[in-house]
């Protein structure tokens, strides 16, 4: 099975996001298939395109949601904000090495 992450991960996705949601739930729809986490994974898609996130933002997002978290911080507001039932806070970035 292909890793959709990596698929669809900034700067690398060379398929549109619309095809790549098509595309994985069609296989997600198809009779007799079982797999893991295949009900978040079609909501994960749906929300990668519809809000026009990263995908592993959405994928966060909707575990999140699943385990009842409210609040996430962030280096990734901009896109963390897009989500009504998630609010975010933004993590300060290290000043980096032998800094103080």
């Excluded at 079609?42 to 592993?56: G, H, S």
């Excluded at 575990?63 to 039932?85: C, L, N, P, V």
Aim: charged share 25%; with cysteine.
């Amino acid at each position: 099975m292909v890793n959709i992450s990596k698929v669809a991960s900034k700067g690398q996705a060379t398929i549109p996001k619309g095809e790549i949601r098509h595309k994985v739930l069609t296989i997600l729809g198809t009779p007799g298939l079982e797999g893991e986490n295949g009900e978040p994974l079609a909501e994960v898609v749906i929300l990668y395109v519809e809000k026009n996130v990263d995908f592993i933002d959405a994928y966060n997002a909707c575990w999140a949601k699943s385990e009842g978290i409210r609040f996430a911080y962030t280096f990734d507001t901009k896109h963390f904000r897009r989500f009504d039932w998630l609010k975010s806070g933004a993590l300060k970035r290290p000043l980096g090495k032998g800094k103080i």
